[in-house]
């Protein structure tokens, strides 16, 4: 009788128990998302966790699992670098809508793969993150964000930490009827001043989070804050590691954000590498007030700092 009510699924808790025993063991895992659909629901996500160090690379249980989605259900492919042609064309066999929500890429090792599953659900996505890569992707790299430009007209999040293409900035721009989210992460000295004087004039005239995390010198900061003067920011972060100058980033943090209340929240941090401290606006109790008179709250970089797995999380609840 136990054994019944286990395989029908209506032991829930004890099933899922058992099956996580399972882990490594790949073969038993494979016959176990063929016992139901509650089975294949509770062994996929062991298998998914890195399906292509499995010895076989049998990509068949990934069509399986899809074929089990409910229509609602959406998908997010985290730094997977191996999207190669049998892991899509996995997804090409499915019929129902393949609804890719998030793809988050550190390397591009099969173009035309991407290529093949951005035609299929590019519509769906709305997170897309473009991590820094090797010198030997960037043909690669290039080809791939004009294919995101091509089938992804829907992006809401975006995040880059190679921000030295102006395919970058294009893709931007024509996003800005959807995105609302953006992060540009890198601190190399040089592509701080290409974000700074690129960015500001492609922004759209309203974003609900920003993150800035460069190096970067004041009069590009100031060339970005005058070239999006037009744009509202609900949360704005930014980070700034000090380069050799005595000027501070926060006089023009007031001159153009905070006497013109474009911000609801701010975070700012500054990082002087020289002498290994940082220096936090949210701890600057007088300054703190003052932004406070225009509008302004003043939060800790960490209580406003968004992951990937906060994105996830709240799209799934």
């Not at 099969?110 to 093949?116: F, K, P, Q």
């Not at 500001?200 to 005058?226: A, C, H, M, T, W």
Request: proline share 3%; glycine share 2%; with cysteine.
């Amino acid at each position: 009788m136990a054994c019944s009510k286990i395989f029908s699924g209506d032991l829930p808790e004890l099933t899922n128990e058992i099956i996580q025993h399972f882990r490594k063991d790949f073969s038993t895992l494979h016959s176990c998302i063929l016992v139901n659909r509650f089975w294949c629901r509770l062994a996929i996500p062991l298998l998914w966790e890195s399906p292509f160090s499995i010895p076989t690379r049998n990509c068949h249980y990934i069509e399986v699992y899809l074929r089990h989605l409910n229509e609602e259900d959406s998908i997010h492919i985290l730094y997977c670098d191996s999207l190669n042609s049998d892991f899509v064309q996995q997804i090409i066999k499915v019929i129902k809508p393949f609804k890719l929500r998030s793809l988050f890429m550190k390397e591009i090792l099969y173009i035309e793969s991407l290529h093949l599953l951005l035609q299929k659900c590019g519509d769906y996505l709305e997170n897309f993150e473009f991590g820094s890569m090797r010198e030997e992707y960037e043909e690669s790299r290039q080809q791939f964000l004009k294919l995101i430009m091509k089938y992804c007209t829907k992006i809401r999040r975006f995040t880059s930490t190679m921000p030295d293409d102006n395919n970058i900035y294009r893709l931007i721009e024509n996003t800005k009827q959807t995105i609302n989210y953006l992060t540009i992460d890198n601190y190399y000295d040089e592509l701080g001043s290409i974000v700074l004087q690129n960015l500001g004039q492609v922004l759209p005239f309203k974003l609900e989070y920003l993150r800035l995390s460069l190096s970067f010198n004041s009069n590009d900061f100031e060339i970005f804050l005058k070239n999006s003067q037009n744009t509202f920011i609900k949360k704005l972060l930014i980070s700034n590691m000090m380069q050799n100058e005595s000027v501070s980033i926060l006089f023009y943090i007031k001159k153009y954000i905070m006497r013109r209340e474009r911000v609801k929240y701010l975070a700012f941090s500054e990082f002087f590498p020289d002498i290994d401290t940082d220096e936090e606006l949210f701890f600057l109790e007088h300054e703190v007030n003052e932004f406070k008179l225009h509008n302004i709250i003043v939060q800790k970089y960490s209580d406003l700092y968004i992951s990937v797995y906060n994105i996830i999380y709240n799209f799934n609840k």
